[in-house]
């Protein structure tokens, strides 16, 4: 169970570090030649690649091309010459009178309803030109037709008129199919999502090496799910690598910051002993030694930048390598993982809270 505790808190460090291409020379680079953001954070850099001081810390991440801050979150709404209509913030520029319209350009004119031809819909000026009776649905020409409901191997859902084939349970859920399910949740979902790995354990605290590495995965998520009602990828900024130990384990750390760059969530899983870790292998998740090969899944909630407990593990479910390359060098290999975990609260399980390492307890 020891290496639960991988480098949770090295990585938590390297976020605040900073680092160089080393020895640039006597005044060969240029201070301040362009930007670049990681983990929502804007530098400056020199011409030699060399990191300087913070140029903005970004409510919002990075952009996609990780040279500043993503802007698109923020919205200043524009009613300029308008008189109704959307301010392009999902706000509004202003209602219309009782008989007007408004038209695209955000301008109230009179609007005469058209219902010539038509018994049912839109009648031109945001009104009804009638309604259709049980049975019939209203067309596109705003004729009513006939129409019949179409529930066969359905439970829930729509029944193609307007009405309804079933409703589930209060503890199910209607899927696509139109099939009623059990809810399931405290579920860690393992999307297709390619993930590099790093052999040196030494590399994971080094930025620079991750930002070069990993820049491109900064702004993703490889685990998606929730436990205890609490979106574990609800945060702006995240980072997941992989890595070996001296043990021969591959692991994938995956990493949530919140509110001022402090981590929130980790999940760690370790898969021990990475001998069969190839493409198209399936790894049961376990608590002990059973059937191998197998992968521990642990969800860790964070306290504070040093503090933190093991939340839920996993144990049940399966996780698939879609793709594995080169997974046995230092550098350039990647691993691809789908399947979905279930959590259980470590508590639940027979005397495993007090198995765990002292420094890693159990939340309360």
Known sequence: MKTLLISVCGLTMALAATAGCGDSGAGDCLPNDHTQCALGITYWMDSCGAQGTVAEVCDCGCNTEFTGCDQSCTC???CTGMECGDDGC???CGDCNTGESCTTAGQCIVCTPDCAGRVC???GCQGSCGTCSGGETCDMAGQCVSCTPDCAGFECGDDGCGGSCGDCLTDETCTAAQLCEATVSDLLIFSNCDVPYVLDAALVSDQAYL????AHLVQQYCVTGSYDGVDITAYPEKMYYGQHDSGNTLSLTQLSLGTGMTPE???KVD??????FTAASVWNASIGGINPPEAYVGLIRHQGMTSMCLKAIGTTGNITVA???DCTLQEGGSFSLSGQVQLTNPWDIQDYCSQTPANLPCCP
């Open 76 to 78: 200043t709404p524009e």
């Open 90 to 92: 999902g706000g509004s």
């Open 121 to 123: 819909g839109d009648n």
């Open 211 to 214: 930002v070069s590495h990993f």
């Open 265 to 267: 969530w980790t999940v």
């Open 271 to 276: 898969f021990s002993p990475d001998t069969d």
């Open 323 to 325: 793709s594995a390359v």
